[in-house]
Nanobody, 115 residues
Framework: QVQLVESGGGLVQAGGSLRLSCAAS????????MGWYRQAPGKQRELVAQ???????NYVDSIKGRFTISRDNAKNTVYLQMNSLKPEDTVVYYC?????????WGQGTQVTVAS
């Protein structure tokens, strides 16, 4: 059973930085895509950034140039470095991995950016 454990959320002032981490366990094969989504209350979950097994990345336009996704395959961990945070980045962020054609989700971590 794949399990994802997220860490790194919290409260930060506008313009500040946070780094989210998500460690996957319970895998015997390599993980395909790893990524981060976010969901505001009453809205659909949206992709923030994704990185595949070839380290190709994909970002939503609103965070390009501010956020960087990376992964450590030896640790089965994906990171999201978030810089120049804005109040509108305040939402719950969810880790996602695609493993053997299935989606798995983390429990979510709150990011709050104070103006």
């Amino acid at each position: 059973q794949v399990q994802l454990v997220e860490s790194g959320g919290g409260l930060v002032q506008a313009g500040g930085s946070l780094r989210l981490s998500c460690a996957a366990s319970g895998t015997s094969f390599s993980i395909s895509a790893m990524g981060w989504y976010r969901q505001a209350p009453g809205k659909q979950r949206e992709l923030v950034a994704q990185i595949n097994s070839n380290l190709r990345t994909n970002y939503v336009d609103s965070i390009k140039g501010r956020f960087t996704i990376s992964r450590d395959n030896a640790k089965n961990t994906v990171y999201l470095q978030m810089n120049s945070l804005k109040p509108e980045d305040t939402v719950v962020y969810y880790c996602n991995v695609v493993y053997r054609f299935k989606d798995y989700w983390g429990q979510g971590t709150q990011v709050t950016v104070a103006s």
